[in-house]
Nanobody, 117 residues
Framework: VQLVESGGGLVQAGGSLRLSCAASGSIFSINAMGAMGWYRQAAGKQRELVAAVTRGGTTNYADSVKGRFTVSRDKAKNTAYLQMNSLKAEDTAVYYC?????????WGQGTQVTVSS
């Protein structure tokens, strides 16, 4: 099983980006996918949770992104999304996808998001 992220890049402050995380490989059941989440790690800082969505669709967000970021998932495509609006310079980081799949936990390779002020 692999998690492949896409959608990162360079954007000006106030702009938007949409990240995608697609799970691929030997996923035999639609019910195999558990919670999916997005983390980020800025230079010199610890990795932190940004947003997550459960199998049932319950979401939670870091206080710093509430009202600006939206996490969602498409069960049929085994894909999670992170819509990021009103981006700030402090959102600059490598963003990682994380997912629980069939009782195992997986990480994506990370995608760089850079917000210029």
């Amino acid at each position: 099983v692999q998690l492949v992220e896409s959608g990162g890049g360079l954007v000006q402050a106030g702009g938007s980006l949409r990240l995608s995380c697609a799970a691929s490989g030997s996923i035999f059941s639609i019910n195999a996918m558990g919670a999916m989440g997005w983390y980020r790690q800025a230079a010199g800082k610890q990795r932190e949770l940004v947003a997550a969505v459960t199998r049932g669709g319950t979401t939670n967000y870091a206080d710093s992104v509430k009202g600006r970021f939206t996490v969602s998932r498409d069960k049929a495509k085994n894909t999670a999304y992170l819509q990021m609006n009103s981006l700030k310079a402090e959102d600059t980081a490598v963003y990682y996808c994380n997912a629980d799949i069939e009782s195992n936990n997986y990480w994506g390779q990370g995608t760089q998001v850079t917000v210029s002020s």
